[in-house]
């Protein structure tokens, strides 16, 4: 099971490496996505996979009574799904708002910040 | 974009998935569920009535700024955390108290707050972007 | 006195709430914020006595006890950084009063503001590899919106570039994390300190090291891997670049010094030559860019490119007089930037951009301004008997124990290339005459935006000042830091062991 699931982690990394370097920008952010996406199923795999077996008490009892899965990653990948998901969602906005304004999606032609030595000159300030 | 349909139903579902919401987070308690994600549902009801009636009227529903209701998340969570020292205990101690239905603590009041942050926050970033066109 | 501990993380957010919900007038806004941050430097200066007096303070959050909670230590590193993070909020704060217009404070600057101040001490403060990603994820989603707002195409594009090379840094940071776990069964600090080396699997262990070298080596933007900061320091309101410059690469070179001595201690790693060799390129580069600028922003932004170089040196070469300097010089570096940044505000301020060969004139009309510029970029280069001289020379003399003799070449030629660009801003800014002749100058600093303004110019270069004269404190301060880094028995005791649940 961790096998396949590492092949799957180098799958979609390996996607989202070749959409990041994609010079457009909805590209980029949808690599950042399957980037995104491939860390959560790596916390799980690196907290070990059990089948079936939630790690919830019965009541009435202290411990579960059998093994149960770690919890520790699903709490960990819970976070990181949270925090993950509102940073891409500020991404998006601010991609749409950048393309707008910009006048581009490309990004190497979004160079308003950082602006070519010889069209600084040409452009009358 | 206006559709009869949409609209109609619009007003339907928001209702729904507004006490869905508050469902979802009070069930996490003890079993799948939680703020984070009854705050995703109840943005997602306000984020189809931006589709079918606009942001305007959804700012004239929601009367605050979504922002501010972030910022009333933040304030519960952050007490929920404070209330642990207040009572000698380290910070984000989980406090409860027995009440007939059963015992409500700060756990919940965590919750309650990461659930208007996020419902908080979503419903700002919609807004933004449907301001935005 | 353990409750201190909370206070640097909850009273910024408690300021950020209280500013959400209430106080909607700018000026009440800056009130509240200034309270705030005032109320922050209170209890880190109680923090850092507090760790002084009774060493290393930890609090179990939630009261689960450590390896299994969230734990929070304040060290000596944590507890300075922490105090100086306090100073430079209180600076920016006062400065933003006096130069953020009034659609970003409609936005939530403020606010923003405290969020992210209570990120970056938080990230000082954690003793959990997974709370110190939450920490910069606070940290990271108040910067984003602070450099994105009230933007135009500038500032748009800058924070573009900002937020996708942080995110990758993150998801890589995220991956390390995940890994540690795996291997290890555990993310505290402490606890991993003890685990690692019994894994008997230094091949794997190195690996991981070096995914975390490069999502830290991303935020405290080290060769090569530093573009996005030139990119985007220098298109925000000069508060948010003057907190920015001063904060956030320190916070990544913080997470550095704290990951590679107490979780990935050097003689298991052997890391060294690589970081070595990535320090002195950093260095050089971020000089050799900053010569090639032309605009006072994107100089200083090449410059701290330049001096995080300096401080992962004294990180790579790992004696404790090494390590203490280059703590000694983070601490002197954030005040130091920071001031530089404020000061190129008050610059464009006078003279109307940021473009070099269209402003002058400065040293005739604020001869003032002129003496509080030359104070910090002084000090950046590394003059006696300022901050950063002493900064300069203990990494020089660690670099001279260990017999690394091109390292002390790399560091001196930096050094002289440093004043080669400050020379540049002086003779440009402040020398020549204005372009445009009189005809361009704004209107003289008056009254209340005088004081605002130049208040925390002033402070911050009484700061660099004062640790130029009596630089023994803080030396004291660093060595103190750096002892408990290389030697984390007490680290480790306190956080395991005796801790009270």
Known sequence: MEALLALLIGALVAASVYLMLSRHVVRFLFGLVLFSNAVNVLLLTAGRVRWGAPPLVPEGLEVPLEAVANPLPQALILTAIVIGFGLLAFALVLSVRGVDALGTADLDAMRAAEPRADAAAKEPR | MSSLILSTAARLLVALLLLFSIFVMLRGHNEPGGGFIGGLIAATGFALYVMAEGAGAVRAVLRIDPRKVAGLGLACALAAGLIGVAAGETFLRGLWIELPSGKVGTPLLFDLGVYLVVLGGVVALVLALEEQR | MKTWLIAPIAIPLATATLLVLGFSTPRRQHAVAFAGTLALAVAAIALLLGVEREGILVVQAGGWAAPFGITLVADHLGAAMVMVTAVIGLATVVFAAGEVDEPRMRFGFAPLVQVLLAGVCGAFLTGDVFNLYVWFEVMLIASFALLAIGGGREQLDGALKYVALNLISTLLFLSGAGLLYGMAGSLNMADLHQRLPALGQPGLIAAVAVLFLLAFGIKAALFPVFSWLPASYHTPPVAVSALFAGLLTKVGVYALIRFFTIIFPREQIGLDGVLVV???????????????????????????????????????????????????????HIIVKANLFLLSGISKRLSGSFELARSGGLYTRAPFVAVLFLIPAFSLAGFPPLSGFWAKLL?????????????????????LLTVYSMTKIWAEAFWKAHPDGDAAWREPLAGRERVLLLGP????????????????????LAR?????????TAYVAAVLGGGTP
Do not use: C, K, N
């Open chain 3, 278 to 332: 990535v320090a002195a390129l950093t260095m050089v580069t971020g000089v050799l860019g900053a010569a090639a600028q032309s605009e006072f922003r994107r100089i200083l932004g090449f410059h701290i490119v330049s001096q995080v170089g300096y401080m992962v040196m004294g990180l790579a070469l790992g004696s404790p007089l090494a390590l203490a300097g280059a703590i000694f010089y983070t601490l002197h």
């Open chain 3, 395 to 415: 990494l020089v003399q660690a670099a001279l124990e260990l017999a690394q003799w091109w390292v002390v070449a790399a560091l001196v030629v930096v050094g």
């Open chain 3, 480 to 488: 103190a830091a750096a002892a408990e880094l290389l030697d984390p």
């Open chain 3, 457 to 476: 110019v002033i402070a911050l270069a009484l700061i660099t000042v004062w640790i130029g004269l009596w630089p023994a404190p803080l030396f004291e």
